[in-house]
């Protein structure tokens, strides 16, 4: 009886507090891009450092029907435009650049808006259609992401 009463707390919490975008790594994106090259990609870039950042992430990125919006829609991925790593995303390598103090593909990405929180919509061919910058409430970025 104790068990399945904690199994099914376990099955309501997730339905309660589980809603969350499917991030995915570069590599996994790369995959699934090459798998499903008609889906969008949606790219948030972030800091460590930057409080609208992590307001986006505690407050938007966990809204119920934005989760469902960009999960369903999206192939999402989450990056630190600030990593030191060399990284390679859809067969191009990028690097750090000391004196933007960002990696290159965020560079590359936001065309020199190195403005954080930074959201990249492109195609699968790694053409730029938009970028979003800054915090937003969840309708807002719905509204900004909106195919």
């Given at each position: 009886?104790?068990?399945?009463?904690?199994?099914?707390?376990?099955i309501?919490?997730?339905?309660?507090?589980?809603?969350?975008?499917?991030w995915?790594?570069?590599?996994?994106?790369?995959?699934?891009?090459?798998?499903?090259?008609?889906?969008?990609?949606?790219?948030?870039?972030?800091?460590?450092?930057?409080?609208?950042?992590?307001?986006?992430?505690?407050?938007?990125?966990?809204?119920?029907?934005?989760?469902?919006?960009?999960?369903?829609?999206?192939?999402?991925?989450?990056?630190?435009?600030?990593?030191?790593?060399?990284?390679?995303?859809?067969?191009?390598?990028?690097?750090?650049?000391?004196?933007?103090?960002?990696n290159?593909?965020?560079?590359?990405?936001?065309?020199?808006?190195?403005?954080?929180?930074?959201?990249?919509?492109?195609?699968?061919?790694?053409?730029?259609?938009?970028?979003?910058?800054?915090f937003?409430?969840?309708?807002?970025?719905?509204?900004?992401?909106?195919?």
């Amino acid at each position: 009886m104790k068990s399945s009463l904690a199994i099914a707390a376990l099955i309501l919490s997730s339905f309660l507090f589980g809603q969350e975008i499917k991030w995915l790594s570069l590599e996994e994106a790369t995959k699934e891009i090459k798998a499903h090259p008609e889906k969008p990609v949606l790219i948030n870039f972030y800091t460590t450092w930057c409080g609208f950042c992590k307001r986006l992430d505690k407050e938007t990125f966990t809204d119920k029907k934005v989760t469902e919006y960009v999960n369903k829609n999206y192939i999402p991925v989450k990056f630190d435009a600030e990593t030191k790593d060399m990284v390679k995303f859809l067969g191009i390598q990028y690097t750090y650049i000391a004196p933007a103090k960002a990696n290159y593909m965020a560079y590359a990405f936001t065309n020199g808006q190195l403005s954080y929180p930074a959201t990249v919509l492109m195609n699968g061919k790694g053409d730029v259609n938009k970028v979003v910058l800054g915090f937003r409430s969840s309708s807002d970025f719905i509204n900004d992401i909106k195919i």
